[in-house]
């Protein structure tokens, strides 16, 4: 999940001037490391929603009609589920109805969240999410925050 955040952040700002940013600079504004950035970068450069470019003014790029990527897009490039369970209640061979179906009835539920959680994404793209975020910004100043 987090690599997934990660790269909406990062291509979000990507989207939002059309500049190259080098792994340091994203690492810099996403509070992360260089290394984190460079392996889910990786990710987006092989699903074709980011360039790189060489050279003193090098970095990441993202592609034409940037704020069009829809976060399914990203989803698929990053291939993480949103929703997962890392643990299992129960056990398998207890005689117990609860403890030896939940961990499957509890998979069942998450793959099927998944898919509408994917459905979803499909419908928001960078250019929303830049739309909420300045919402958010100009609701702060209101504010006084």
């Keep these: ?3 997934f955040i990660i790269a909406i952040h990062a291509l979000c700002l990507l989207a939002h001037d059309f500049k190259s940013w080098s792994s340091e600079a994203l690492a810099n504004n996403l509070c992360t490391n260089p290394v984190r950035i460079r ?9 074709n929603l ?20 829809n976060l399914k897009q990203i ?15 129960g056990d398998i061979d207890s005689e117990c109805i609860y403890a030896s179906g ?7 539920l998450f793959a099927y969240l998944n898919e509408e959680v994917v459905f979803l994404l ?7 999410i ?3 975020l300045e919402e958010i910004r100009e ?5 006084g925050d």
């Design 1 to 3: 999940m987090s690599e």
């Design 39 to 47: 392996k889910v970068m990786a990710k987006c450069k092989r699903a």
């Design 50 to 69: 980011v360039e790189t470019k060489a050279g003193v003014n090098g970095g990441y790029q993202i592609v034409e009609n940037g704020k069009n990527i």
């Design 75 to 89: 989803y698929d490039a990053i291939g993480q589920p949103i929703v997962e369970s890392k643990w299992h209640s």
């Design 102 to 108: 939940m961990s499957e009835y509890v998979d069942n």
């Design 122 to 128: 499909e419908k928001i793209s960078l250019g929303d």
């Design 130 to 132: 830049d739309g909420k």
């Design 139 to 143: 609701r702060r100043l209101e504010q």
